[in-house]
């Protein structure tokens, strides 16, 4: 009996999974409301039904699913979106912690970002000054053009050299070209000015935490502790590049004037010499 219990046993564990997968598998149907207005039913998803809503009913006519591809499309967008904001906010914050470390690894102290706003305010003064000196001298070499202009005019010696026109229109566009350095180092000021203040209020700002509070503020596990020990080094040598970068700027200024007179001279030597071919037409 026992055997024929085992047999028994073994067979209906055979079976049932046979039973199983004989059993029928459920057939639903989809539905929607096509842009017809109407709606429309298939085994299958209707042509009428693509990217519409759908219903998908079970044998009994209920419905188990929707299906909303636009809504399903709009907050993937939405979800991407603010996974977006997430990174800015976090990259903004990186940033902040990186500048207000590289700003208490420069200063240690107040007075030491006042000097550093006297000497770029001193060096950009200087440079005003020599932008004037040009300016001055440009000034000086077109009154000596118009001088000698007028003078031709006013004694009856014929028709000005046409050069004196040319050393004039090049000197208005050496002045024009210095004045507008000049504007722009009058902007610097006002920069250096501005990122002074913004470099004190934050330095302010940081030293007046807890040391938790400002490691917080500088992405630290740990707080910071800022003596008022001069760090002379740090800032000399952010004293030395800026000074540098600056220097590079004037050069490739002065670099960009000077393609502009070429160029204009140029232009004036070609309409002088076509003025000379129609003159001896």
Do not use: W
Not at 22 to 34: D, K
Not at 65 to 88: C, H, S, V
Not at 175 to 183: A, F, G, M, P, R
Not at 184 to 209: H, P, V
């Amino acid at each position: 009996m026992a055997s024929c219990f085992i047999v028994f046993t073994a067979a209906a564990l055979l079976i049932t999974p046979l039973a199983a997968q004989a059993q029928p598998r459920e057939q639903y149907t989809y539905r929607c409301v096509g842009k017809d207005g109407k709606k429309h039913y298939g085994q299958t998803i209707p042509n009428e039904c693509l990217g519409m809503r759908l219903e998908m009913l079970n044998q009994q006519g209920f419905v188990v699913k929707r299906i909303d591809p636009e809504g399903d499309e709009k907050a993937r967008l939405a979800k991407e979106e603010e996974a977006q904001k997430k990174r800015d906010a976090e990259a903004a914050v990186k940033d902040s912690q990186r500048r207000s470390r590289a700003l208490l690894a420069t200063y240690t102290s107040e007075k030491d970002i006042q000097d550093s706003r006297e000497r770029a305010l001193v060096e950009n003064k200087n440079q005003m000054q020599e932008v004037e000196g040009r300016i001055a001298e440009i000034k000086k070499r077109k009154d000596r053009s118009q001088k000698e202009l007028e003078l031709f005019k006013t004694s009856g010696k014929g028709t000005p050299p046409e050069r004196l026109k040319e050393e004039i229109n090049i000197a208005e566009l050496d002045l024009k070209s210095q004045e507008t350095v000049l504007l722009s180092k009058k902007k610097d000021a006002e920069s250096i000015n501005a990122r002074f203040d913004e470099d004190l209020r934050r330095y302010r700002e940081l030293t007046g935490r807890s040391a938790a509070e400002r490691g917080r503020a500088l992405g630290m596990d740990k707080g910071v502790t800022v003596t008022n020990n001069p760090a002379t080094t740090h800032d000399q040598t952010r004293a030395r590049r800026d000074a540098e970068r600056r220097a590079a700027d004037e050069r490739a200024e002065l670099q960009r004037l000077e393609r502009e007179r070429e160029q204009e001279k140029h232009r004036l030597e070609a309409e002088q010499r076509y003025r000379e071919q129609q003159q001896r037409k």
